[in-house]
């Protein structure tokens, strides 16, 4: 868990908003602490540990809540990291929101969110399609400027539906993940 308050990072949204900030090279930091309260927490539970989302993407606007992927060898192994995520300061959320995904929050709960945990299979459809997005972003600045400008777009159309917003940005992303080279 972060050792600095979450304000000198620049993280926190309210909770169901759309609220995009500019690229904040701290973010990296952010990210870095905690997954090493994390890995404390998980042990040998998590097989890896990775930065996903708009935050781990440098240059573009994001919502400023810190996206995490925890890798666990099978996805019921991510009831066994309830309690130990909880005891950092994780609220779990359950695995209703989005299918094969655990997803664990911190914050002030119901009102802002900083870091969201999605725990998932290794090597299983939802951990390989955030590292193959935020591979093909990271490697291409005019991908990256044509997500960030879409995103600017939707947040202003989706201010308080977060989930809107989200579902509104899919056919991007389902896009760039099947294009054999995507411009």
Known sequence: ???????????????????????????????????????????????????????????????????????VRRFDDGLACIQPMEAIGYDYAGTDIVPDDHIFGRGVKGETR?????????????????????????????????YEMLKIDLAGKYADNRAAYTQAKRAFIDKVLAADDPI
Not at 53 to 58: K, L
Not at 120 to 125: D, M, P
Not at 126 to 134: A, H, I, K
């Open 1 to 71: 868990m972060s050792s600095e308050s979450d304000d000198s990072f620049g993280l926190g949204v309210g909770n169901k908003c759309v609220t995009l900030a500019e690229s904040n090279a701290r973010w990296l930091e952010a990210y870095r602490l905690e997954e090493a309260g994390i890995r404390g927490a998980l042990g040998d539970l998590a097989l890896d540990i990775q930065h996903i989302g708009s935050t781990s993407i440098p240059s573009i606007k994001a919502k400023p809540i810190i996206d995490i992927a925890v890798g």
């Open 114 to 146: 900083t870091h969201l945990v999605h725990i998932v299979e290794y090597n299983g459809i939802n951990w390989n399609r955030w590292l193959l997005f935020r591979g093909r972003l990271r490697a291409n600045p005019d991908l990256a400027l044509a």
